[in-house]
């Protein structure tokens, strides 16, 4: 599948100041996520046997009755094949010697996509589908994990490795034969995570839509803003008040 002879060069351009900023502002939001998510309680049983599926909204009222474990097993493994699927690309030689600035670009995607998971969750605290359904067992309903519906982690990692690896590709090799086979299996394959995640009522359909945008933006983003001239630029600015990180988008 190589197509390393329709560039001559990398695609992308790495700095102190901008990826600096990136990782940093991405490991603050995450410490800020972790602390979120680690203050939400377990339910209280009096609270379980208040929940009835009317309270939830006629858009997601319909995952109240899903509960099908062995579906949120099988969203696992595709989130996991999703994780490592950045370092498939390498197999290309034209990426592979370019190998250290996709890994600093795919770790800044991941940490700033499970920060925004993480502080969505602690923040909205949310229950999950199967907190309103009488075939759950209670012990599973009393977990704290129950309040974490939204938006879905899941949903949100896969697009953002899976889009990630597209865009990436996309940047190295632009015009390949091979483009619409790769965008077509990640978004197929995301698009199977998000619906097995509501199908397994681990999630609402909102949930699974929030987290897609979410992670496909970050996937996105993330190589666009880094690419060569491009019109999207982040920098850190200095004042005598402080240190900002600016947004730049030049027309």
Avoid: C
């Amino acid at each position: 599948m190589s197509s390393s002879h329709l560039i001559a060069q990398s695609p992308y351009t790495l700095s102190w100041g901008k990826d600096g900023a990136i990782f940093g502002i991405s490991t603050i939001l995450l410490g800020w996520g972790i602390y979120e998510d680690g203050r939400l309680a377990p339910l209280a049983i009096d609270e379980i046997n208040e929940l009835v599926p009317s309270q939830v909204n006629s858009f997601d009222r319909r995952a109240t009755a899903s509960w099908q474990p062995d579906y949120s097993a099988a969203s696992d493994v595709i989130v996991i094949t999703s994780l490592i699927l950045p370092g498939a690309i390498l197999l290309d030689e034209a990426i592979y010697k370019d190998a250290l600035a996709v890994f600093a670009l795919y770790s800044e995607t991941l940490i700033l996509t499970n920060a925004l998971v993480l502080i969505a969750k602690g923040r909205a605290s949310r229950l999950r589908p199967y907190a309103y359904n009488g075939d759950v067992d209670l012990a599973k309903k009393q977990q704290a994990e129950t309040r974490k519906s939204f938006f879905s982690g899941h949903a949100a990692v896969a697009f953002a490795s899976s889009i990630f690896a597209a865009t990436v590709y996309d940047d190295y090799f632009p015009g390949s034969k091979w483009s619409k086979y790769i965008w077509a299996g990640a978004i197929t394959s995301s698009a199977a995570v998000a619906y097995l995640r509501v199908a397994a009522g681990k999630h609402f359909l909102s949930d699974v839509i929030a987290g897609a945008a979410a992670g496909s933006l970050v996937g996105y983003l993330i190589p666009y803003i880094h690419k060569n001239n491009s019109s999207l630029s982040l920098y850190p600015s200095y004042s005598g008040n402080g240190t900002y990180v600016s947004l730049r988008y030049e027309f």
